[in-house]
């Protein structure tokens, strides 16, 4: 494991080789330690989950905690969990998320069902460095399988839309559970809400066969392909522990994150008026565009979605979330919610028509991704190199350096895990969004080459 236990997605790494049986049992004591009383755990469908939740869970009742173990479960139905009761002390989630079938990770959950805070990470990490005393005997802990959490999760999430409008409505979807923990909720919560559901990837068998499980446009090539021919509805897809939603339209057209982003938002507002939307800075101007015209108001944060939770709570925002397709509603939980998107989305056509009739509707721009080696200790002056050299430009922070130009902006970021640099380049021109991203990354190798 490298030197830092947590990351940025809590402590990750490839099975057996970073991620052990040994780093998940000291991970379980320190955890333990750190959050003591009844801490519940629950996994994705990968081959090591049983391993590392073992583990884990041996580390917790060494240290005398009692282990609620809900099964395979999605994220935020573990989430949901540890928020509503009120004797959880914090909870364990077992998954890599997107990464390959190999890699496993071991993710923190604080009492009120949020992503556990930094500070909470570093105590727990400082634990982890030192010689965790075990319980004597007759004080160490236990562990008891729970049942039904998946069921009061999605019922939870029904509550939160017009359920009767989505069951009248007559619905066909093709759903994609890229083999992962979405299994276990989402066809139920598609079969609750009257939706009637093809599934894609729908064997929770841990290997993640069919297709990588990062929802990208060329991972969902089987469900494009298939939503189009069956004339659904909509096709929807999560990450392997479920809680990112993409979709993709009638036409087989894959729409992306920002774009549900956008859709859900104007939705939101036009019952909560004014409201404030939250989403990292880097995020399309489309979105803005789209909650500036529907009433309300945009706040940027950091990329991360702990970060957006947070900033949510703080300025009491109605909707937020990740252009990946992490989307965050207030109402039901403070973190990214698979299970949620896809219930207010089904209300958004019901109400608003057919997906891609939507999507024609938004503001059209073009966005110009690249990545530039970069040493980490040439990051922090290459980035003051681009603010001295566009000092006149209205210039954003937040998180590496946005700069606004009359047609579109620039988003440089270094990467806080890997050697490189990230240029974002948005423009209504494609051409100048692909120029003006050609622009900075010449003057960003220039610079690290010189
Ligand atoms: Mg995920």
């Not at 009492?111 to 005393?133: C, F, N, W």
């Not at 937020?320 to 973190?335: D, R, S, T």
């Amino acid at each position: 494991m490298a030197e830092k236990l947590f990351g940025t997605n809590g402590v990750r790494g490839v099975v057996n080789e970073d991620m052990t049986a040994d780093l998940a049992l000291q991970v379980g004591k320190a955890m333990g330690r750190y959050m003591r009383g009844q801490v519940v755990i629950a996994t994705d469908t990968r081959v090591s989950a049983e391993m590392i939740r073992s583990a884990v869970s041996a580390g917790l009742m060494a240290v005398g905690c009692k282990v609620l173990d809900l099964g395979v479960i999605p994220t935020p139905a573990l989430q949901y969990f540890v928020k509503t009761h009120d004797y959880v002390s914090g909870g364990v989630m077992i998954t890599a998320s997107h990464n390959p079938p190999q890699f496993n990770g071991i993710k923190c959950i604080a009492s009120d069902g949020t992503e556990m805070h930094k500070y909470g990470e570093e105590k727990i990490e400082a634990l982890y460095r030192q010689v965790i005393p075990a319980n004597p005997w007759n004080t160490i802990g236990s562990i008891e399988k729970v049942i039904g959490a998946a069921d009061s999760y999605i019922n939870a999430v029904i509550s939160n839309v017009d359920s009767n409008e989505i069951r009248h409505a007559g619905l066909k979807v093709v759903l994609d559970c890229a083999n992962g923990a979405a299994c276990r909720t989402t066809p139920l919560l598609l079969q609750k809400l009257g939706v009637v559901a093809i599934t894609l990837n729908a064997d929770p068998q841990g290997e993640f066969p069919g297709h990588p499980s990062e929802p990208t446009e060329d991972n969902l090539q089987d469900l494009m392909t298939l939503t189009k021919f069956v004339k659904a509805d909509l096709g929807i897809a999560h990450d392997g522990d479920a809680d990112r939603t993409v979709f993709v339209s009638q036409k087989g057209k894959y729409i992306s994150g920002d774009k549900s982003l956008a859709l859900i938002s104007k939705n939101e507002l036009s019952e909560k008026k004014g409201g404030v939307i939250v989403t990292p800075v880097s995020s399309s101007s489309m979105v803005e565009d789209v909650v500036k015209e529907a009433g309300g108001t945009v706040i940027y944060t950091a990329v991360g979605s702990p970060i957006v939770a947070r900033k949510m709570m703080e300025v009491k925002a109605i909707f937020g979330g990740e252009e990946n397709g992490g989307l965050i509603f207030p109402e039901h939980q403070f973190c990214r919610d698979g299970a949620m998107t896809i219930a207010k989305m089904l209300e958004c056509v019901v109400k608003y028509g057919p997906l891609h009739k939507q999507v024609d509707a938004l503001p059209v721009y073009y966005v110009n991704k690249r990545k530039v080696p970069c040493p980490d200790d040439k990051k922090e002056t290459l980035l003051a190199m681009m603010k001295a050299l566009y000092n006149e430009n209205k210039i954003d922070a937040t998180d590496g350096l946005k700069i606004f130009f009359d047609d579109g902006w620039i988003l440089a970021r270094p990467s806080g895990t890997e050697p490189i640099f990230r240029i974002f380049s948005e423009s209504k021109d494609e051409n100048v969004a692909i120029e003006r991203g050609q622009k900075f990354e010449d003057i960003a190798s220039g610079f690290i080459n010189a």
